[in-house]
C-alpha cells in the first residue's frame, strides 16, 4: 500500500488492485475500521471513491479495458458498505448506487443475441465476454443483497448470458461457442450458484470438466 491509499499494478495505482486487497483483508476476517488492519482498509476505501468519474465509472490505469476496474470496485464497496462507519458509509453507498448504475447503462447498450445481457471491455462495447461479465454480475447480486435498486430483469438476462457461454462437451468458455477453459469454468459455476442456480446442468457439466481439466501453475 502506498501513501495515497492506493495498492498498485506494475507501478500503477489501480482501482482492482486496491479494491481486491481490501476484499483479501475481509476474506480474512478483518473489517474496515477495526484491528491492525482497519486504517488501511478505511485508506483504500476512500482512495477507490475518490477515483470515481462523473458519469459512475472507476478511474483505470493499469490492465485491459475499464469495466474490469469497474466491476471489482463496485463488488468491493458492496461488499464494505454495511461494515464502514456511518460518515464513510453514506459516501460508499452514494459511490455505489452511481457505479451500479453504470453497469446497467452498460448491460443495456444494444447487442446482437450472442452478446445480449452481459458486458465486455469499454460501457459501450456492442459485445460480451464471461470474464467482464462475472464481475460485472457479482456486483449486482451483491448490491441487490444490501437493498440497492437492482432490477431482476439485469440479473436474469446476466444469467442468460453466462449460460449461453456453456460450452456442448462442458465448461464454459470466453464467449458464446468457444472452447472452455478451468478459469472460465470456475467463473460460470461462481456467477450461477451466486444467482441461485443451484445444481443447473451447466453447473454439473463444468464441475466435471474442472475435475478432468484442473488448473496447472
Not at 462495447?125 to 451483491?142: E, F, H, K
Request: a positive charge.
Amino acid at each position: 500500500q502506498v501513501a495515497s491509499g492506493a495498492w498498485r499494478i506494475r507501478d500503477r495505482e489501480a482501482t482492482s488492485a486496491t479494491s481486491l486487497a481490501i476484499m483479501a483483508f475481509m476474506a480474512s476476517g478483518h473489517v474496515p475500521g477495526e484491528g491492525p488492519y482497519g486504517n488501511a482498509m478505511n485508506r483504500g476505501i476512500r482512495w477507490v471513491i475518490s477515483q470515481q468519474n462523473t458519469d459512475g465509472l472507476f478511474i483505470h490505469r493499469a490492465g485491459t479495458g475499464p469495466m474490469y476496474s469497474h466491476g471489482i470496485s463496485t463488488l468491493m464497496l458492496a461488499e464494505v458498505a454495511g461494515m464502514v462507519e456511518p460518515g464513510l458509509g453514506e459516501r460508499v453507498r452514494s459511490c455505489l448506487e452511481k457505479a451500479i448504475l453504470l453497469i446497467l447503462k452498460s448491460q443495456a447498450v444494444a447487442k446482437g443475441k450472442d452478446h445480449a445481457g452481459g458486458w465486455r471491455y469499454q460501457p459501450n462495447s456492442p459485445d460480451s465476454d464471461l470474464s467482464v461479465t462475472g464481475w460485472q454480475l457479482l456486483a449486482l447480486r451483491a448490491a441487490k443483497n444490501i437493498g440497492c435498486d437492482v432490477p431482476s430483469d439485469a440479473i436474469e438476462q446476466a444469467v442468460a448470458y453466462v449460460r449461453n457461454c456453456a460450452s456442448r462437451g462442458g465448461g464454459f468458455g470466453y464467449q458464446p461457442r468457444h472452447g472452455a477453459t478451468a478459469t472460465r469454468a470456475g467463473t460460470g459455476i461462481l456467477c450461477l450458484e451466486i444467482c441461485g442456480e443451484h445444481h443447473a446442468p451447466e453447473t454439473l457439466a463444468a464441475a466435471d470438466f474442472l475435475r478432468l481439466h484442473p488448473m496447472r501453475y
